[in-house]
């Protein structure tokens, strides 16, 4: 379950399913640099202690165990070596829990709206770049 954790979340991640889309993996890539972004540097109103934050992983891994087992009990032949079915779109009602676990109250960067801003413009418009470029 762990060896599959970057091949899940960053090789087989599917968030366009056009057929013979090339530009693929970048797209993924730049999902997962937003996503990352977001978690780490928005800062959240909601306080919670460190326990509650441990709290929340702890309820991730067990999501994240619970499908695997899930999928390899229904979906995968008797003793093999690797879960078959499993795909992101399973794991995405844990995904909100991720930004509440890396937030912190005490972040200071100067100008950050602009910073988050620029960001955010960036990431969307290399997303919307890509499928103008792949089809025309």
Not at 24 to 53: A, C, M, P, T
Not at 72 to 94: A, E, H, M, N
């Amino acid at each position: 379950m762990i060896v599959s954790i970057p091949n899940l979340f960053l090789l087989k991640a599917n968030f366009f399913h056009y057929t013979g889309y090339k530009g693929i993996k970048l797209v993924n890539f730049l999902y997962l640099v937003f996503f990352i972004g977001f978690s780490l540097f928005y800062k959240i109103d909601i306080e919670l202690r460190k326990k509650e934050k441990y709290l929340l992983g702890l309820i991730c891994i067990i999501c994240y165990i619970g499908i695997n087992v899930i999928f390899y009990l229904t979906w995968s032949p008797v003793g093999s070596d690797s879960i078959l079915g499993v795909q992101l779109r399973y794991f995405l009602p844990v995904v909100p829990l991720i930004p509440l676990i890396f937030s912190s109250k005490y972040k200071k960067i100067e100008n950050k709206e602009i910073y988050i801003i620029t960001f955010i413009i960036i990431c969307l418009t290399g997303l919307a770049m890509l499928p103008i470029t792949h089809f025309y």
